[in-house]
Structures are given as structure tokens and as C-alpha cells.
């Protein structure tokens, strides 16, 4: 791709960065009106990993996966999609060599679409895949998050988790008679919210078992390359990421792997896993 295209299709000149670094946050900052909410916040996301974001109510998680995924543009501050730095919004994933899908918490299902076309949504839209390989590669990705038989069904026939794994293998399907499959990173926005104790369990094993370390319902290594996920559960930090970054007042004030999370020294760290109203966070 020649500099001037590129630049038209939002993507910058490649950038001295780590190969296996996906996605790269640097210095991101974000107001809503006169609310400063991302005050210079900077991590990456590497190839493999499982990653938390983790912080108080209203911090800016959410907002930081909307900037990951494209849907927010940072005031200020950059965006590195696999070393290319990407200019306002992402319009198209396939340019910048890497999908990156948002999983709300809610399942976000179309209501008047059946399971087969809630899934396969985006390939009958985009792709020149016939109708039959649409639907098989469907009925694959469902069986891969362990649901079978419920392609017919409309969502308000399914359970609340049933619901979840449909959006879920909605954001695990994809084009696979392209020549290149971009590697995918998945954005889990509070996966766990408001489900019961073994719910979240299933959410969690479910989360691990489609990336690419982990095995699906057949014992397949899964296709997600990354993930991460925000989250207030510790069943959740503890159980489906690796490494977490604590985001406070618009910055990361902490990153470390998991089990460090519990025996950290630092001040707001534990305020936070032990719940305590004592400590610099005031609510
Ligand atoms: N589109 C928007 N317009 C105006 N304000 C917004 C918008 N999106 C988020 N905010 C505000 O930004 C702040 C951070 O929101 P965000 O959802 O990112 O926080 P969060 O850390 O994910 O919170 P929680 O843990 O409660 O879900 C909140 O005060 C929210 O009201």
C-alpha cells in the first residue's frame, strides 16, 4: 500500500515498535465536555495476552476499550494498531492487520434476527461466502462455545447465558476463505455483571477457552490471539486474565500480573482488593 493511500484509509507510516506488540496505547487522553476522563493513560497489549483492566466506578474502563476498539478518537495522545498508528476512528479492521471485536455486556443481539443470523450477521452482510458455508461455519462457532441445535431460535428463546455465548461466537466468526486471517483481539466489556457466582464461572472458563491458549468445546485451540477484559469481579481477575492494569484518576497506576494483585504494597491496590473504605480512594 502506497503512503498517500494509506493515509486516506486512516492508517499512519509504520513505527520502530515490538513485533508482538497488537495494540498500543500511548499517553490517551479523553474529556466529555468538561469532564477530563483519560488523563494520559499508557499500556500494550501483546500477542497472547489476557488481560484486566481493573479501577473504581467510573474511571474511564469502559472508555478505554471504546478507544481501543476505534469507537472513541483520543483528544490527545496515540493509537498503535500492531506498530501503525491510526488516525481518528477505525473504519475498516482489515487495514490495519488486526480485528479487534467489543463484546458488550449485554449480549447486543438483533431481537427480530435468529441465532444463525445474529451470528453469521456480518458474513452475510460482507462477505461472498454462499448462504450453506455461511451457515455451517455458523453451527461451528456455536458448537465451539458449547451450544447446539439453537440456529432457529430467536434470542428471547434463549436464557441470559445462552445469550452470551451466542455473542460470543458472534465475535469468534470469521471470513475464513481469505487468503490472510488477520490475528483478533477481543475486548470484554463487564462480562461477568450481575451474573450469579457459577454464571460467572462459565462466562470466565468460556472467555479462556476461546483464546488461542485455551481449548473450545472440542478440545480445539481456541481463535482469539488477545483479550481483555474490564471487570469488578474478582472471580473474574482471578480466573480469566493473566495481568492487570489498574486505571485511577485517568492513569494506570498499576500494572502486574495477577497474583501480585492480592499481595501488592501499593496503597490504592489494596484498598481495592480488600474493599476498604479506608485509603486514597474516596468515593
Ligand atoms: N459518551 C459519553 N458522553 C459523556 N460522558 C461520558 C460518555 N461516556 C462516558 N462518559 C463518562 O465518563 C466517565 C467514565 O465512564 P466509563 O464508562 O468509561 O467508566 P468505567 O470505569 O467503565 O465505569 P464503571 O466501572 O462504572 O462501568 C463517567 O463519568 C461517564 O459518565
Not at 47 to 67: D, N
Not at 107 to 135: C, H, P, Q, W
Request: net charge negative; proline share 4%.
Amino acid at each position: 500500500m502506497n503512503s498517500s493511500i494509506s493515509d486516506n484509509l486512516g492508517v499512519g507510516k509504520d513505527v520502530g515498535v515490538e513485533p508482538d506488540v497488537l495494540i498500543e496505547c500511548r499517553d490517551v487522553h479523553k474529556s466529555f465536555g468538561d469532564k477530563q476522563i483519560l488523563r494520559g493513560v499508557s499500556f500494550k497489549i501483546r500477542q497472547g495476552e489476557a488481560v484486566g483492566i481493573i479501577g473504581p466506578s467510573g474511571t474511564g474502563k469502559s472508555t478505554v476499550l471504546k478507544v481501543m476498539a476505534g469507537l472513541l478518537a483520543p483528544d490527545k495522545g496515540e493509537v498503535f494498531i500492531r506498530g501503525r498508528k491510526r488516525h481518528g476512528l477505525v473504519s475498516d479492521e482489515e487495514i490495519s492487520g488486526l480485528r479487534i471485536g467489543l463484546v458488550f455486556q449485554s449480549a447486543a443481539l438483533f431481537d427480530s434476527l435468529t441465532v444463525r443470523e445474529n451470528v453469521g450477521f456480518l458474513l452475510y452482510e460482507n462477505s461472498k461466502m454462499s448462504e450453506d458455508r455461511i451457515a455451517e461455519l455458523v453451527a461451528e462457532n456455536l458448537s465451539a462455545v458449547g451450544l447446539k441445535g439453537v440456529e432457529d431460535c430467536l434470542p428471547s428463546e434463549l436464557s441470559g447465558g445462552m445469550k452470551k455465548r451466542v455473542a460470543l461466537a458472534r465475535s469468534i466468526i470469521f471470513d475464513n476463505t481469505k487468503e490472510v486471517v488477520e490475528p483478533e483481539v477481543l475486548l470484554y466489556d463487564e462480562p461477568t455483571a450481575g451474573l450469579d457466582p457459577i454464571a460467572s464461572t462459565v462466562v470466565e472458563d468460556l472467555i479462556r477457552s476461546v483464546h488461542m491458549k485455551g481449548e473450545d468445546a472440542h478440545g480445539k485451540p481456541g481463535k482469539i490471539t488477545s483479550y481483555v477484559v474490564v471487570t469488578h469481579q474478582h472471580s473474574t481477575i482471578k480466573r480469566a486474565v493473566d495481568r492487570l492494569l489498574f486505571l485511577y484518576e485517568g492513569r494506570i497506576v498499576w500494572e502486574g500480573m495477577t497474583d501480585e494483585f492480592t499481595t501488592s504494597t501499593n496503597p490504592i491496590v489494596r484498598q481495592f482488593a480488600s474493599g476498604s473504605l479506608d485509603g486514597p480512594i474516596k468515593y
